[in-house]
Nanobody, 123 residues
Framework: QVQLVESGGGLVQAGGSLRLSCAAS????????MGWFRQAPGKDRDFVGE????????YYSDSVKGRFTISRDNANNTVYLQMNNLKPEDTAVYFC????????????????WGQGTQVTVSS
């Protein structure tokens, strides 16, 4: 079992930045691909990006590529989502997740989920 807790959400103006963190506990953190997803009100949960087990490779959705960066610190069991040049359409609840496969972008391939953190971008 892996427990995930996100933090760092909040209200920011368009063009601003936020960094989300996701702290993991339980099983060996480096055994898992870590992903970020988001869900806006009334919409499906969408893939944002993911990072491979040792952090060598990352993969992003087209909507955030070039603006968002995922990194991980396996020594401290934490994954980060740095979000720059935020837009109102980035407003959503952001979730981190742990899975076993890389380059899937599918939420069904992730086994463990955090509770989410709200990000609101004002125009």
């Amino acid at each position: 079992q892996v427990q995930l807790v996100e933090s760092g959400g909040g209200l920011v103006q368009a063009g601003g930045s936020l960094r989300l963190s996701c702290a993991a506990s339980g099983r060996t953190f480096s055994d898992y691909v870590m992903g970020w997803f988001r869900q806006a009100p009334g919409k499906d949960r969408d893939f944002v990006g993911e990072i491979s087990w040792k952090g060598v490779n990352t993969y992003y959705s087209d909507s955030v590529k070039g603006r968002f960066t995922i990194s991980r610190d396996n020594a401290n069991n934490t994954v980060y989502l740095q979000m720059n040049n935020l837009k109102p359409e980035d407003t959503a609840v952001y979730f981190c997740a742990g899975g076993r496969r890389f380059r899937t972008s599918s939420s069904s391939d992730y086994d463990y989920w955090g509770q989410g953190t709200q990000v609101t971008v004002s125009s």
